[in-house]
């Protein structure tokens, strides 16, 4: 055991070597020099400029209000999304909450391009009443996206109307076959008109004569290879109004008068003298009908329909030579005098028989700016375009998606005027009312078409879209008092 004197000479050269550490410097000769303070200073000011710039430059960056927000034109909440128009310029503008898009563009003129402004602006405005187009739809088609024609409407047997508004029609054309169709008892061929007669060519709906025991318009079906009534296709009248209507096939439309009566030019090379109005002369693929005033060309289609129906006299009858006071159907040549234009030429009718339909009965719209619409025939839909899943009562628009029409609908006659409308996405067509709608909604520029106000109806009906409903309070359109 270390006794207290050992205790006290070792603190003592304890002592001995701290003070001779601290006075004899470093080892090798070099005294460390002190930390010089002005590099802390340097890095401090260094931090404190970073900082002052960062806060700059996140201020220059930071979201904030555009200086000219409160023009008139179109508010959108940053945060919320709410939409508000300004209608007057002020410091403190009121700014009126629209329900909708389409109301506020109505409501604007121009392009209407949103301004972003905080929530904590507007509550800072005062902000009035509610102003928009109850029911006026979310978001219209620009006219990029706009389809004028090509439209399917197709049909099944007992089955309703599918219509088609794609970019690509779901239906081929079939413009050489013929339908047909029965609605409500009444029989229709619906069939391509022949070329010329100075009228749009297209697709016609024909009436049959009303049905008799002993009528023979069967064997004129038979002729034109089509079905016999009882096999027609039964369609709904929405789709048979798809077609304008043609000459009934029937006696009247040959325009034929003093049926019976010996024509003037009986005798005439070619025309026996015992001719009569209203026989026919046939002479291999070529055929003449005599009228009152002079022998008029008949196609194969004009003969099969007059060779079957009943005239005053009685039905034509073919042969060697006449059967009491029928008209005669004789084969001898033609004759060579003067021939004067078919008295039913304004009829729409087609020239010839026609071929068996690829598929279930379609029509397809044809349009093009500063003409009549027409229709051609289609068939064979494809399963999206088709009908027969549908209820015999039931129209179903379908409308590509993004897409849509803006068209003035008129009749079949009209080129460049008639009630502007537009189709949205849903298949919903909107009347736009008043000379700055269509304008305002971005279609002032645009090539406008005319549809038929058949097939207007096949749509769903939407309110009507106006500058002036749109500045009004939302009401129902059977309310017209703007409050």
């Known amino acids: 055991m270390a006794t207290k004197r050992d ?165 081929p054309l079939d413009p050489t076959t013929g339908f047909l169709v029965e609605n409500a008892g009444t029989y229709y061929v619906i069939a391509q008109s022949r070329e010329g007669n100075g009228a749009t060519p297209g697709a016609y709906r024909f009436e049959l004569p009303a049905s008799r025991s002993d009528d023979d318009l069967d064997n004129m079906l038979r002729e034109l290879q089509l079905p016999i009534r009882e096999s027609a296709t039964q369609v709904p009248t929405e789709w048979l109004n798809l077609f304008p209507a043609g000459g009934a096939l029937d006696f009247p439309t040959f325009g034929v008068r003093g049926i019976g009566d010996t024509p003037s030019y009986a005798g005439d090379p070619g025309v026996p003298e015992d001719a009569r109005v209203g026989d026919v002369i046939v002479d291999g693929d070529s055929s003449l009908l005599l009228t009152a005033d ?55 009718w087609p020239a010839a028989a026609f071929t068996a339909p690829a598929g279930d009965p379609c029509a397809r719209l044809v349009t093009a700016p500063g003409q009549a619409p027409s229709v051609a025939l289609a068939s064979a839909p494809s399963e999206a375009a088709s009908a027969s899943t549908l209820p015999a009562d039931k129209v179903v628009p379908v409308v590509d998606s993004g897409r849509g029409a803006y068209f003035l609908s008129g009749d079949w006659e009209s080129t460049d005027t008639g009630s502007p409308f537009v189709v949205d996405a849903k298949g919903n067509s909107y009347p736009l009312e008043g000379q700055d709608a269509a304008a305002r909604l971005g279609y002032g520029d645009h090539p406008v078409v005319v549809v038929p106000d058949s097939w207007t109806k096949l749509f769903g009906v939407g309110v009507p879209l106006s500058v002036d409903d749109a500045l009004c309070r939302p009401h129902p359109v059977e309310d017209t008092s703007c409050l």
């Open 7 to 171: 205790l006290v000479e070792a603190h003592a050269f304890s002592r001995r070597r701290l003070v001779t550490a601290f006075v004899s410097g470093a080892p090798g000769g070099r005294e460390v020099e002190p930390a010089r303070p002005g590099r802390t200073i340097v890095g401090g000011l260094a931090l404190a400029v970073l900082l002052v710039a960062g806060a700059a430059i996140a201020g220059v960056f930071a979201p904030r209000d555009a200086q000219d927000w409160n023009k008139p034109g179109l508010i959108l909440s940053k945060e919320t999304g709410a939409a508000y128009v300004i209608l007057q310029e002020s410091d403190h503008p009121v700014l009126r909450p629209v329900i909708n898009i389409t109301s506020a563009r109505l409501i604007l003129e121009g392009d209407v391009e949103p301004t972003l402004v905080s929530q904590q602006t507007i509550d800072e405005q005062t902000v009035g009443e509610d102003i928009g187009i109850l029911g006026a739809p979310a978001s219209l088609p620009t006219p990029g996206l706009l389809i004028d024609g090509g439209w399917t409407a197709c049909t099944a047997a007992g089955h309703g109307t599918r219509v088609d508004v794609a970019e690509k029609p779901q239906a």
């Open 294 to 348: 002079a022998p008029t060309s008949l196609d194969p289609f004009s003969l099969a329909v007059y060779s079957h129906t009943e005239t005053p006299a009685g039905r034509p009858m073919p042969g060697t030579h006449r059967v009491g006071q029928h008209p005669w159907i004789q084969e001898a040549p033609l004759p060579t005098g003067a021939q004067t234009e078919p008295p039913f030429g304004a009829a729409h």
